[in-house]
């Protein structure tokens, strides 16, 4: 489907309503009432065969009947019938039809046959389908004034905030917000079943409006994850996109064979491509219009060190308190600013932040305040909370605002906690589009979510590091091997050779199937060696005495061979044992798992966390889903709660950080060379001091069926 | 001050608004109008010498000058004058003083100074004050109906809330907030510096008014918390006590010198403190209001399962992901309910929690899901949840809630996501106090933490276990010893003794001060074994080598002994050596860290976490505050991240958990027994496998300077 049909579609010249109805309370009447009564600058014309006119409009028996060009045709016809007018809809030349009734996929699989009808029909035609299943569509923009839903015949004020919808009932109650709220939308779009337009085709066609600056989700599912991030990092540097994705904890983690595969649950992974979209995710309605009347209008910060100007100590404390939970910093007030502010406030002003201006603020100290603090270079963005007292006029400070702030370019929230009336001020605020809200920890979230974009927008553009020095055919062979063999996993000594292959770098190691060769190998690795069975019928290797640690001599690594091959030629008599893995015991250095695992939506999904079974109890790992970019390699470690640990906890040196970087921008490459590797943990991953490096110790690698 | 007097400030049959004044914009003026015309059914008296009426109502140049009794008077006039003013109140034989003004103890010195001379008087003549710099009180009692604020002239109606706001702000943006939404209220007290009157003198008066079902605070401090604890303990059990308490994130932790100090921040101890106190913690006025509006009128469910009924997926996904993400359950419906929901619903509908009546619900299908679900004894409350479409009559399924809910004593939360107006819907849930919100997610979460009150009404109750057999004189016997020598330590051999005097168990150990005397400890004590240098200079053994561990048998012990000797010697050969401590090593287990730290505030906290680095770094642990219940004990084990691991993570054998839980109360006994221990760290505490118990082997005690 081409971008310019959907404009097309969203600024019709033309709009048949088919199953248009005169029936009080049915939707086919709801839907042209809606259009007809709310300033459309095209023609709507009514259809259906039963009614001579609708609301005093002729009505036409079919689309083929009206004399006149279709640009889109909204429908809410019976289920059944859709098809055949979707087939009508083409013979009429008509680009787009927004599909209204329900029935189809989300009732089973009757439906889904019916759905799957239409789009052949549509796709036949060349007919872009927003819906079925939907609420249909409105656009404030005052050329086109349309509102074609059944939601309460409103249409909102033209605005900058979009909102898509996948929810019909989010999708109402998001309009029923705004009515209640007077926000000002650009356009509303309910995707319903997203049959055929979705997120992915409406993200360009908003780029482009005009109107449109920023971009507001309800998903419950992706079409394309691949797809959509590639938009969404491209137009979400210009318009910031947030997002509801709902589904949150139901999914849950599936069990898997790997320790990767049984720590990414489905949030997660979503929670980590959002990080990678430059999507911010948010937990409800309210916030996500909190968040888009800031984001519509104020520039992003520099950075996350936010200043709070108030005039009474309990909401400051609130609005810090929020500050920090949410991720962003108190600003540290310059000494200059500081004196500054001492020379204008009263003794009693509290002159840290959160700046107090006391009870007795007017406008004047508040104005000179804001001056102050904003030409602070340490401060990125503000809060200003004012709770009226007898001294304050709200709306000369509500004015005060709107003349100081736009000169510094930094990004402002109010929360105005008024006794009286703040409609008034309010008002003055929302000229210029500066966001107030009732409560000064809504104001504190906004702002610090307003860094976290500012953040994404200003940040280091990375490329994604290709290592020239893996050798791909090694790999190729070692994979073609096992498949030739049947085999859905490679054994020890095949995983660390692949992982070379790929410039990991290994604990020494050698496979060894006598004692000579055992005694030769460990001369050259040097003691101390672990010593580890290889059989394909030992998955749990400890569990039958296979593997034998911190072997500090030729006389006890001897003994230790004989005596776990005894001891499994005893437990296990039928193992056919492919030799022993000897390999260098690494002492010191921190544990570190690496892991990857594919996704069927996402694809390959890299995890990291730090070693041992603590970790895995608590879950606390980083996702990302590969390839990697410098930079997100970076970030995936530093997010992990655990991540004090490697910059050198209590006085214990920083480890060698950068070279986890590589290997996980290594297992990203690995991951989209060889899409038949299905899991890989890497357990442990042992990283030495700064500089010194790290070393694999011990990988799984299972394959595609 | 009695409660008596409380009772009947709260409830005056005539104040005196002293300070009341004619001027516009003022203060004086605002509250006289508001007792005036807010239909108080007292007598209300103007003071003020510079008016002869105010508001066409005669003024009183002083209190003195009423010829009639003043059971209350609020006091507006200069902070410099409040001490003469409530002189004369006294003289006057008043029960309380309002004290609106500011400029006290907020201000600085010279404030603390005027509040502290004003209480004097105060207390002399045995009056009771609410304030200073507090916005007032409301009582919307029909027999009282009083509101003595500066705020917008409006007294909520008559309903079961009452709200304590120690932030004038806070307590100024809650009655607008409770006006918008129309939410009922039994009282308002804004109880500013809390110079007197404050939340512990308030519990018991609204434990007693008949009026409130549910006390919501704002709180940035406690006046005393072991009162407070009591109180709320007692009272919270009949009526729910909800608090916001500011400031979390600000004071974070300070430096210590012992683990359990450095991870204990104010913030995570406050947490601790309102669990044990049974007050549920909330995170904004929004919440806090959300909740009372559903704790005054709805039953503490029996336990946390909960079940969704919707007419929308989406609204039902998004209510999971909350109540799930809140703590609470989804209800596992029995298979009966399930038939029975078949029998009645259509076949798209959803017939497993949430169950979705689909999108053409009316009234009808509403109660039978509803009456099928509330009768399934494994349901303990619902969410229902109903998006508007054309088949929906709000009202109709609105008068379904009403007549079906009370019936069953489960809690129940609404949620109306309206396309059309929801007030009728609403008004007719409110008759009978069905709390409505109009997102899902508020509706789950509040059900989320009225299942969180539930369990603390239905607790278990336990007592404070007092072991027997501790030997408090010995404990006594060493401190003496410690503060007779002017140490602020415990040396590791004093630290064993006295912990085994209270009953911990102990790793076999012994103080050894020749070699002779370590060979025969070895052999009693049996190999394998560790050795400790015990120095008062030496603060951190490991750093100079004063710790062996591992020693397997004789000649290994004679070795390591000499050796660690001639290293300290050389190292620190200033080091008074006190002898050598020789402990059996203990192999397997978990590690686990149990500590005590002495707050300023809160006295004796006790924390409980997992051992190592990493429980440290990602800050894993909990905290309560001593004496611990027996409950008290097993909850704080159970609420840290990493439990899953005592449980019998991976195949492992579950922990001996309850010797956990016995070592922490004996904790607890200690640190109420003997003040004068600062700090304590058993790191570790090795629990073994269940039944098999648990070993201190290390502790280390800090004494109060």
């Known amino acids: 489907m081409k971008n310019n049909d959907l404009k097309l579609i969203l600024n019709p010249r033309s709009v048949a309503v088919i199953g248009a109805s005169a029936r009080e309370d049915s939707v086919g009447r709801a839907v042209f009432a809606n259009i007809l009564f709310s300033g459309y600058k095209g023609i709507v014309y009514p259809v259906n065969p039963r009614f001579k006119s609708i609301l005093g409009v002729r009505t036409y028996p079919s689309i083929l009947d009206i004399p006149d060009e279709v640009d889109l045709a909204i429908v809410i016809v019976p289920n059944i019938t859709v ?7 083409g013979a009429k030349g008509v680009k787009g039809a927004v599909v209204i009734t329900a029935g189809f996929r989300e009732i089973g699989a009757e439906g889904a046959r019916l759905e799957k009808e239409m789009m052949e029909v549509a796709r036949k035609y060349n007919i872009s389908i927003i819906g079925p299943n939907c609420v249909g569509i ?20 033209p605005g900058h905030i979009a909102f898509i919808s996948q929810s019909g009932a989010f999708g109402v109650a998001a309009l029923e917000y705004a009515r209640k709220r007077d926000i000002r939308l650009s356009k509303f779009i309910s995707v319903g079943n997203k049959a055929d337009v979705n997120e992915n085709t409406l993200l360009p066609a908003l780029r482009d409006d005009e109107q449109t600056k920023v971009i507001l989700l309800y998903l419950e599912d992706l079409v394309n994850p691949a797809e959509f991030m590639e938009l969404s990092r491209e137009i979400g540097e210009k318009k910031p996109i947030l997002a509801i994705k709902s589904g949150r904890t139901s999914a849950g983690a599936k069990a898997a064979s790997s320790h990767t595969g049984a720590l990414a649950g489905s949030d997660e992974i979503y929670n980590a491509f959002f990080t990678q979209a430059g999507v911010i995710r948010v937990e409800s309605l309210e ?82 305040a804001m001056r102050i603090v904003l030409e602070d270079d340490g401060v990125d963005g503000a809060v200003i909370i004012c709770t009226p007292t007898v001294f304050t006029n709200l709306e000369a400070i509500a004015q005060t605002i709107r003349d100081t702030v736009p000169r510094y370019g930094k990004p402002v929230t109010v929360c105005f906690m008024g006794t009286e009336d703040v409609e008034k001020a309010a008002k003055i605020l929302e000229e210029p589009g500066i966001p107030h809200y009732v409560f000064p920890e809504i104001a504190a979230k906004v702002m610090a979510r307003l860094t976290q974009y500012g953040w994404w927008v200003k940040r280091p553009l990375t490329g994604i ?34 992982l070379q292959a790929y410039g990991f770098p290994l604990a020494p190691f050698a496979l060894v199937k006598t004692e000579e060769e055992c005694l030769k190998e460990a001369e050259r690795i040097g003691f101390p060696v672990v010593l580890k069975v290889v059989s394909p019928q030992i998955l749990h290797k400890i569990d039958v ?69 603590y970790v895995e109890a608590t879950r606390d790992v980083s996702f990302r889903i590969a390839p990697l970019r410098e930079l997100t390699a970076a970030r995936m470690i530093r997010e992990i709660r655990g991540y004090r640990i490697l910059e050198g906890f209590r006085g214990e040196e920083r480890s060698d950080v950068e070279k986890i970087e590589e290997c996980l921008k290594r297992l990203s490459q690995l991951a989209i060379d060889f899409p038949e590797i299905e899991e890989l943990d890497i357990n442990p991953l042992i990283v030495l001091n700064q500089g010194m490096g790290a070393l694999v110790v011990d990988a799984r690698i299972l394959l595609t069926a």
């Open 465 to 498: 590091k290709k290592f020239e020095d893996v050798d791909k055919k090694k790999v190729e062979v070692l994979l073609k091997k096992a498949k030739e063999e049947g085999r859905k996993f490679l054994p020890e000594p095949e995983s660390y050779a692949l």
């Open 83 to 89: 098809r055949k007018v979707i087939e009508e809809c």
């Open 138 to 157: 409105i656009n404030t923009d005052p050329q086109v004034s349309l509102n074609a839903t059944f939601a309460r015949p409103f249409i909102p004020r």
């Open 545 to 613: 005495g296979g593997v034998r640690l911190n072997i500090e001599n030729k006389d006890e690594l001897l003994r230790a061979y004989r005596e776990m091959l005894a001891t499994i030629e005893q437990k296990i008599p039928q193992a056919e044992i492919w030799g022993v893995l000897i390999q260098k015991m690494i002492k010191g250095g921190k544990e570190t798992i690496l892991g990857l695992k594919r996704d069927p939506l996402f694809g390959p999904v890299i995890m990291f966390g730090l070693g041992g079974v």
């Open 287 to 368: 916030e996500l219009f909190d968040c888009g009347l800031a984001f519509a209008t104020q520039p992003p910060p520099k950075s996350n060190r936010v200043a709070i100007i108030t005039n009474a100590g309990g909401p400051g404390i609130v609005a810090t308190d929020t500050i920090i939970r949410q991720g962003a910093r108190l600003a540290t007030l310059d000494e200059r600013t500081k004196e500054r502010l001492a020379r204008v406030l009263p003794p009693t002003a509290a002159l840290d932040n959160p700046v107090d201006l006391i009870g007795d603020a007017k406008e004047e100290r508040y104005e000179l």
